[in-house]
Each structure stands twice: as C-alpha cells, then as structure tokens.
C-alpha cells in the first residue's frame, strides 16, 4: 500500500516570493506522482505528474515538482507565486501498475498575500 | 476534454434518508472513483470500480454502497444517511489500466440533518 505526507497544512506567502510545497511518500513498489490542485468551490484538477524519465517536471503556470527517490519526496515549487496561485494543493500516489487508485495527502493551502 | 459531471452540486437531506449521488463521465473510462473530502483529512477513498458491474471498497466504506450498471455512470448510495456523512463528494474516473491520469468531477456538497 502506498501512502503520502504533506508537511505543512497551511503556507501563507507574499506574492512575487518563492514557496515550497513538501510532499513525501511511501510504498514498497515503483510509483507514480501527482500534485492537484483545487481552487474554491471547485473540483481538483491536475496540476503535474511524475511517471518516469527526467525526475524534474513542470507545469503550464510555473510550478515545477522533482522526484527524490533516495529521499521518497516530491516537493513542489515556484520561484514567483500570484495571488491566482491561492489554492489547496493534494499530492498524490499510486503504484504504477495495476488498476490501483489514487492515495492522497491531507492538502496543503497556498495563501498568498498581496 | 474529459467531463465527469456529478448530478447535484448541493444536496440538504435528513437523517435517515436514502440519497443517490451521480456520476457521469463521457470518456469511455474503465475505473471509476469516489471520494469524500473532508476539511484537514484530504481526499479518502470510499469505492472504486474497475468496470461494469465491478467494484472495489476503498479506505472508508461503511455506511455507504455503489452501482455501476453502465460504463459511464458510476452512482453512491447512503443507505442511511447520518449527520457524520455531511461532506463534499468527489467523483473521478480513469482509463484503465494504461490510464494515469484522474478526472474529477466538480463535487457534490451533502448536509445532512
């Protein structure tokens, strides 16, 4: 079975600074990751994946997310966030075979701060 | 683009009751998922299924039953509905096996009083 941590429930930040989202994971088998990202009053969409080949992987809006497997994390990062960035952020995880569902963290919320 | 569309976005019901919560997805997707989020516990998993007429239980079963007669229709039911079952409900689905990426629907707010 596969599980995920975030570290941080709430992250206030100021706009225009970087921000880390920390996510770690466990599971015995190979996997593969996923940060989502859902703003108010809506579903969860997907925001990047990590399935396999180059452990850095980014997104359309500028986050970006790196695969640590020596580390079982998946941290995810932006260098400069938007007051459109407030939103909560789920990391998730399934092993990356089999008709296995989705495992995922108890979210993070991005405030950001004019 | 993938569409799930769950039936009610907001549904006020009374202990005890029988709800049916929809799901629709338009993809032709084999799994089909649905979850519950709660505020500081995430998202956690009720029932999946496969495919038709498949299901599996997830991490937070009881108290709750599915249908999937159809492809792409993926229904949860609350026997009998209990103040503790007041929650936002996700549907999500899948291509199979090759599938790795999940679409939610937009969610379905349930109070139950």
């Known amino acids: 079975a596969q599980s995920v941590t975030q570290l941080d429930s709430q992250v206030p930040v100021f706009e225009e600074a970087p921000v880390e989202l920390r996510c770690n994971y466990s599971?015995?088998?190979?996997?593969?990751l996923f940060w989502y990202v859902q703003y108010p009053n809506q579903g969860l969409q997907l925001l990047l994946k990590?399935?396999?080949?180059?452990?850095l992987v980014k997104s359309i809006n500028g986050f970006e997310a790196e695969f640590n497997k020596s580390q079982t994390s998946f941290h995810l990062r932006k260098p400069s966030v938007h007051i459109s960035d407030t939103a909560e952020y789920f990391c998730?995880?399934?092993?990356?075979?089999?008709?296995?569902?989705?495992?995922f963290g108890k979210g993070t919320r991005l405030s950001v701060i004019a | 683009d993938v569409k799930v569309t769950q039936s009610s976005r907001y549904l006020v019901k009374r202990t005890g009751e029988k709800v049916f919560l929809e799901c629709v997805q338009d993809?032709?997707?084999?799994?089909m998922f649905w979850y519950r989020q709660d505020p500081g516990l995430g998202l956690r998993l009720i029932y999946f299924s496969y495919d038709v007429k498949m299901k599996e239980k997830g991490d937070i079963p009881e108290g709750y039953s599915v249908s999937r007669e159809k492809k792409e229709r993926f229904s949860l039911i609350l026997e009998s509905a209990s103040t503790n079952q007041t929650s936002m409900y996700l549907c999500a689905s899948r291509v199979g096996l090759s599938g790795n990426t999940i679409y939610f629907g937009e969610g379905s707010w349930l109070t139950v009083v």
């Open positions: 599971s015995s088998v190979s996997v593969y």
């Open positions: 993809m032709d997707h084999e799994n």
């Open positions: 998730a995880v399934r092993a990356n075979s089999g008709n296995t569902p989705l495992v």
């Open positions: 990590y399935l396999s080949g180059s452990t």
